[in-house]
């Protein structure tokens, strides 16, 4: 039994970083060396300092979409509506609705005096239909930033910029690969001229991501599931590294879990199999890597199965102590807190 009191720590509420830093690249980073069992301190524009000589570095390129949208009944009083999951016909979104109670099946909402309007289809299930296929222009007109639930403030206008990696590029996600949110145009510049390779893959991620774990045994808990896709020519470029003895940097959770599903998926296979789909992959101590040789992330809640994957790459022991120092050191931690680089 792997127990979910052992991914517990207490953390001090002023901890958790409510603004963006201005200047990305000058988040603190913690430096985790998994053979030295050592940690050290440092600034994350000197990431580079600590990957390995031509490393594959795979980046999250999923942009977030303003997903959250605030409008009016035709009879009067406001509802929010916060996006969820995209569904096939292109007009509809599965998502959370408030006041869910006070809604009525075929109600209209309106948004941007009457140029969008959603109408809710199914109370149960949550959906609402569109006006408009493929609403993501609307979207960046009427909709606000998905600040997550632990900021405890409105979103404004520069979260725009700063809850978007400079890199983002297909629309699709709810919360942003944060990991990835540290890097300027100019330290990317900078790390592929001083030889390391940069690849994209795709993962939209979903509100679950917020979703605690309940289980008492972390085994039974039953991992949500997220889109991912990529090239074939990023992969070639990936698994060429590997045999290369290159070493590949996951940054973030969301590149680590495209690159494990693949490396489950294509196993002992001749020929690669899809390069898009849904993982639910659930990475936890004793899980074995077989694609990612460094992690760089961000500082996870309690309790999370963002949490049990960097337990799982850096060791239970040496994780626990690293999180004990940042709450010591007063680490910046969540969405736009601080960083480390495990290797």
Known sequence: MMRLEDFDYDLPEALIAQEPLRRRDQARLMVIDRAKKSITHDVFSNIGTYLPPRSCIVLNDSKVISARLLGRRESGGQ?????????????????????????KVDERIIFNGGKLVAQIKDREHRIVRF?????????????????????????????????QTVYADKAGSVASPTAGLHFTNRLINKIQKSGHQIEKVTLHINYATFKPVEERDITKHAMHSEPYSLSAK???????AQKKGRKV?????????????LAQENAGKRRVGSLCGNTNI???????????????????????????????????????????????NRYRFYSYGDAMVIF
């Open 131 to 163: 006006n408009r296929k493929h609403i993501e222009r609307q979207l960046e007109k009427v909709g606000h930033m998905p600040l997550p639930p632990y900021i405890k403030r409105k979103d404004r206008a520069a979260d725009r910029k700063y809850y």
């Open 282 to 328: 659930f990475m936890y101590p004793g899980f074995q890597f077989k694609m990612t040789d460094i992690l760089i992330t961000n500082f996870h809640l309690p309790r999370s199965t963002l949490l049990m994957l960097a337990y799982a790459f850096g060791g239970r022991d040496l994780m626990a102590k690293a999180y004990a120092q940042a709450v010591e």
């Open 234 to 240: 990023t992969w070639r470029a990936v698994i060429k």
């Open 249 to 261: 940097v996951a940054v973030g959770t969301t590149s680590c879990r495209v690159l494990e599903t």
């Open 79 to 103: 509802v929010e509506i916060f996006l969820l999951n995209k569904l096939s016909d292109g007009y509809s979104y599965e998502a959370l609705l408030r006041p869910l109670k006070r809604l």
